[in-house]
């Protein structure tokens, strides 16, 4: 008797064995090491572009980062860019296009503190029509101070009530980024 199990145990061990060692699963899409974003904001009508930046070259919890904004002016409509890099590489690792390449798994947010008044429409799309945010279009309003927080979610649920808006309530995902800025308008 002990024979005859011999033969079916030793079988199922090498099938159990050579399934194991099968293909490994596709990887997981880590979220993005952000150590710089920089907000250009070029007025559409002309005029010098303002640069609002977040840095911190050394990476998460080593130096305090620095973050720096200018004044927008009022009622004027501003074409933003953003550039975002990893400087914790040498050299530095461009961000920007591996969130434009993945637009699908990305998507950025704008929110205000109460008293500011700024409109902005998404300029960019992914390959599925859903916006990103590398691009957008904004108009301030009248001269108001408050604060702008920039967040880049991580495989967000673009399909979700408002995402597509750029309201970030129901959009889950994981925050990759998440910059508080001054925002003044004069």
Request: net charge negative.
């Amino acid at each position: 008797m002990f024979k005859q199990l011999i033969i079916p145990v030793f079988l199922l061990s090498t099938a159990l064995l050579v399934s194991s060692c099968g293909k490994d699963p596709d990887p997981v899409n880590e979220e993005e090491v952000i150590t710089t974003l920089t907000m250009t904001w070029t007025p559409q009508g002309g005029g010098s572009p303002v640069v609002f930046q977040f840095r911190d070259p050394d990476g998460e919890g080593g130096n305090a980062p620095t973050i720096t904004s200018g004044a927008l002016a009022a009622n004027t409509t501003y074409s933003v860019s953003l550039e975002l890099l990893n400087e914790t590489e040498t050299p530095a690792e461009d961000i920007t296009e591996e969130i434009l390449d993945e637009g699908t798994e990305h998507q950025f947010f704008f929110g205000l503190t109460e008293g500011i008044t700024l409109t902005f429409s998404y300029a960019d799309t992914d390959a599925n029509g859903a916006p990103i945010g590398l691009e957008t279009t904004m108009t301030t309003g009248d001269a108001a101070t408050g604060k702008l927080q920039v967040t880049l979610r991580h495989e967000p649920d673009k399909g979700a009530t408002g995402v597509a808006q750029g309201d970030i309530t129901n959009a889950g995902g994981e925050t990759d980024i998440q910059v508080e800025f001054d925002l003044v308008i004069q």
